[in-house]
């Protein structure tokens, strides 16, 4: 009787996922933001924002932002009613099982799934990237981070994700991703939509306004064999100064 009942592991799996709420894009954003004035405004020893690398600020935003802000009141939704858990590089599979090791940055787990979702792929998927001379918005931030949203590395079962700049000053979002992605890339991102200014966010003294762009995605669903469609990528760029 078991093998009766897990013949078909796919039957009844919606692909992609369905939409994330604006809201809980926003509650993220706003956490993240939180994380990173405690980043600047009180800096633990040992760590310079200046000096760092990319994968020393991720680990320091990640810490900040599940230690810190997470579930402690300082941002309204931020907790574990909605929320179950933050994970750094977590170890996902791409969409056709061909890399089963991949790592996002960073990924926010839900306390409540649609049914019929992947449970081990539903969530916000962040990919995190330093801005400035040393690493421009299109080799390194769209090259090497955008991309994977656009051929299914990470996130290929949502309909949106999100990028983190690490900005330099003198590196705004508008216009260096609209000029990057002007550009015929090494690997092709189709932009559909944008970039675009989120009207719900605004500019403050941490971050810029948030952008919104649609890119459509490069691969099909093995369990479904249709086209995965377009993925939505909120865009926030942290001063780094």
Request: aromatic residues 10%; negative net charge.
């Amino acid at each position: 009787m078991g093998l009766v009942m897990f013949e078909d592991s796919n039957e009844g799996i919606r692909l992609p996922h369905p939409s994330l709420p604006l809201q809980v894009h926003l509650v993220v954003e706003a956490a993240i933001c939180a994380a990173w004035e405690l980043m600047t405004q009180q800096g633990r020893q040992g760590f310079d924002l200046q000096t760092a690398n990319e994968d020393t600020i991720t680990l320091e935003l990640y810490e900040r932002l599940y230690d810190e802000v997470f579930n402690k009141g300082i941002v309204e939704g931020f907790d574990r009613e909605v929320f179950t858990s933050i994970h750094r590089e977590p170890k996902v599979r791409n969409f056709n099982r061909l890399h089963p090791d991949k790592m996002p940055d960073i990924f926010v787990d839900f306390v409540d799934r649609p049914i019929g979702v992947m449970h081990s792929q539903h969530g916000l998927f962040i990919e995190c990237k330093p801005v400035d001379q040393n690493h421009p918005t299109g080799s390194a931030y769209c090259d090497e981070g955008l991309i994977r949203f656009v051929r299914g590395d990470y996130a290929w079962t949502m309909q949106s994700a999100m990028m983190i700049g690490y900005a330099r000053s003198g590196y705004s979002i508008m216009p260096k991703l609209t000029e990057a992605l002007a550009i015929s890339r090494k690997e092709p991102i189709q932009t559909s939509f944008g970039p675009k200014p989120c009207p719900r966010t605004k500019a403050n003294a941490i971050a810029e306004q948030v952008v919104v762009s649609t890119h459509q995605r490069t691969f099909s669903y093995v369990e479904t064999g249709l086209p995965a469609g377009a993925v939505l990528v909120r865009h926030l760029w942290l001063k780094r100064g």
